[in-house]
C-alpha cells in the first residue's frame, strides 16, 4: 500500500472513532508546515521515515515556532534510540504502529487527552494574563500562607506593590517586616488572630517597599479549612496611596475639578 493510501485510511479511522476528530494529511514536512501557518491545529501526528527529513526533525522544526503543541510520533520505528531523541526535542507522546483495529482506538484517546491537556493549559495561561492585567490597573494583588509547609505565594501584584521581583521568595514574618514600624504589630496580630481563631480582617495599613517608598495599603486576610482545621489563610492587598493623598488636599483637587469645568 503506497503512504498516502496509509495516511488516507489512518485519516478514515481517526474520524471513525471521534467525530470532532478533523484530520488534515500532508504528504511532507514542508505541507505539514504550510498547514500550520494557515490553520488552527491542535495536534500533529507524525510519522518517522519522510521525504527530505525525519519525524525527530521536524519535530525540531515545529517546535521553534510551537513550543507547546501537541506532537505524537507516530512510528513503525519503534526503536529506544528514536524514542530518546523524541523526547529530548519535546515530543508529547511517542505511539508505535500496530495492525490491531483497536490501536486507532488507542491513537484517538491519545490525541483527545494531549489536546485536552493542551488547551487547559492555554486557558490558565489566559486567566493568568487577565488576572495580572486587571491587578495592574487597580494596584492589587492576592496572597496565600500556607500553614503547614510554612509556603508563601504572591501574584505579580502583591509583589509589585513590594517592589520586588516575582521570583522572589518571602516567609510570613519577612512579608511583615515591610510594613512600617509603628504598624508591624497590628498586621501581626491581626494575622495570628486569623490563624488561631478564623477571624477575617481587613486594616488600612503603611508599607515600605523595597525602594524605601512608603505606601498606603487595605489589606484583608481569610483562614482556609479543611476537615475542620485551618490549612492556610488568604488575602488581598491594594495600594490606596493615591487615595489617601486626595483625602488630604480635597481642596486642590476640587479647584483643579473647577478649572476644567470652567474651560
Same mark, same amino acid.
Given at each position: 500500500?503506497?503512504?498516502?493510501?496509509? %495516511? $488516507?485510511?489512518?485519516?478514515?479511522?481517526?474520524?471513525?472513532?471521534?467525530?470532532?476528530? =478533523?484530520?488534515? @494529511?500532508?504528504? *511532507?514536512?514542508?505541507?505539514?508546515?504550510?498547514?500550520?501557518?494557515?490553520?488552527?491545529?491542535?495536534?500533529?501526528?507524525?510519522?518517522?521515515?519522510?521525504?527530505?527529513?525525519?519525524?525527530?526533525?521536524?519535530?525540531?522544526?515545529?517546535?521553534?515556532?510551537?513550543?507547546?503543541?501537541?506532537?505524537?510520533?507516530?512510528?513503525?520505528?519503534?526503536?529506544?534510540?528514536?524514542?530518546?531523541?523524541?523526547?529530548?526535542?519535546?515530543?508529547?507522546?511517542?505511539?508505535?504502529?500496530?495492525?490491531?483495529?483497536?490501536?486507532?482506538?488507542?491513537?484517538?484517546?491519545?490525541?483527545?487527552?494531549?489536546?485536552?491537556?493542551?488547551?487547559?493549559?492555554?486557558?490558565?495561561?489566559?486567566?493568568?494574563?487577565?488576572?495580572?492585567? %486587571? $491587578?495592574?490597573?487597580?494596584?492589587?494583588?492576592?496572597?496565600?500562607?500556607?500553614?503547614? =509547609?510554612?509556603? @508563601?505565594?504572591? *501574584?505579580?501584584?502583591?509583589?509589585?506593590?513590594?517592589?520586588?521581583?516575582?521570583?522572589?521568595?518571602?516567609t510570613k514574618q519577612e512579608a511583615i517586616e515591610f510594613y512600617h514600624p509603628e504598624d508591624r504589630?497590628?498586621?501581626?496580630?491581626?494575622?495570628?488572630?486569623?490563624?488561631?481563631?478564623?477571624?477575617?480582617?481587613?486594616?488600612?495599613?503603611?508599607?515600605?517597599?523595597?525602594?524605601?517608598?512608603?505606601?498606603?495599603?487595605?489589606?484583608?486576610?481569610?483562614?482556609?479549612?479543611?476537615?475542620?482545621?485551618?490549612?492556610?489563610?488568604?488575602?488581598?492587598?491594594?495600594?490606596?496611596?493615591?487615595?489617601?493623598?486626595?483625602?488630604?488636599?480635597?481642596?486642590?483637587?476640587?479647584?483643579?475639578?473647577?478649572?476644567?469645568?470652567?474651560?
Amino acid at each position: 500500500m503506497a503512504t498516502d493510501e496509509r %495516511t $488516507e485510511l489512518i485519516k478514515h479511522r481517526l474520524e471513525h472513532e471521534a467525530a470532532h476528530i =478533523t484530520v488534515q @494529511t500532508a504528504a *511532507t514536512p514542508n505541507e505539514g508546515v504550510s498547514i500550520l501557518a494557515s490553520d488552527t491545529v491542535d495536534c500533529i501526528i507524525s510519522d518517522y521515515d519522510m521525504p527530505t527529513q525525519n519525524g525527530v526533525e521536524f519535530l525540531q522544526n515545529v517546535r521553534e515556532e510551537h513550543p507547546h503543541l501537541p506532537f505524537i510520533l507516530y512510528t513503525s520505528k519503534g526503536t529506544e534510540e528514536i524514542a530518546s531523541e523524541a523526547i529530548s526535542a519535546g515530543v508529547t507522546d511517542y505511539l508505535q504502529k500496530q495492525a490491531a483495529p483497536s490501536h486507532h482506538t488507542l491513537l484517538a484517546n491519545r490525541i483527545q487527552n494531549a489536546v485536552s491537556q493542551y488547551r487547559a493549559q492555554k486557558e490558565v495561561e489566559r486567566n493568568e494574563d487577565l488576572l495580572a492585567s %486587571t $491587578e495592574q490597573l487597580a494596584n492589587t494583588g492576592g496572597w496565600n500562607f500556607d500553614i503547614e =509547609t510554612g509556603e @508563601t505565594r504572591w *501574584t505579580d501584584g502583591t509583589y509589585a506593590i513590594y517592589g520586588l521581583e516575582p521570583d522572589a521568595e518571602l516567609t510570613k514574618q519577612e512579608a511583615i517586616e515591610f510594613y512600617h514600624p509603628e504598624d508591624r504589630s497590628e498586621i501581626k496580630r491581626l494575622v495570628e488572630r486569623c490563624i488561631k481563631t478564623r477571624e477575617s480582617y481587613e486594616a488600612t495599613l503603611r508599607l515600605i517597599d523595597a525602594d524605601d517608598q512608603l505606601h498606603w495599603v487595605l489589606t484583608n486576610g481569610e483562614a482556609i479549612e479543611k476537615n475542620g482545621e485551618i490549612i492556610a489563610i488568604r488575602g488581598a492587598i491594594r495600594d490606596i496611596t493615591d487615595l489617601k493623598e486626595s483625602q488630604k488636599h480635597p481642596t486642590t483637587a476640587q479647584n483643579r475639578s473647577g478649572q476644567r469645568g470652567g474651560t
